[in-house]
């Protein structure tokens, strides 16, 4: 039996010349539409897409570790504070500098490492 483990991720919402993006830095996966539910619909097959793939392909571990993420053999402990995220993605500290945005958490379980 697989077993996962939930996580808080930060997700930050803007609006850029009337289209929607959704973007969590931790995964730095961006969904957008025209309105902010075309955006979230976006936004969850993205977040689908890269689990399923990185799962598949036995690629997570590398992936969240080049994020930042505390990774060990077996299991994921955290993803990087949004301070350090800010500091090293230039992305998101210029939607942080110049954009009116909205930020919220969304609750995310990834797959069992072992």
Known sequence: METS??????????QE??????????LDLTGYGNTE?????SFEETLDQFLNYS?????LVD???RLGWKVSKKSVSKPPSLVDM??????LA?????KQ???????????SLV
């Open 101 to 111: 945005y909205r930020k919220f958490h969304k609750n995310i379980s990834l797959p």
């Open 94 to 98: 210029e939607i942080f500098e110049e």
């Open 55 to 59: 799962t598949n392909k036995d690629t």
């Open 63 to 65: 992936e969240l570790k």
């Open 37 to 41: 539910d075309e955006a979230r619909l």
């Open 5 to 14: 483990k939930a996580f808080s991720l930060p997700i930050i919402t803007f």
């Open 86 to 91: 800010i500091n090293s993605n230039n992305y």
């Open 17 to 26: 010349e009337n289209i929607f993006f959704i973007y969590t830095p931790a």
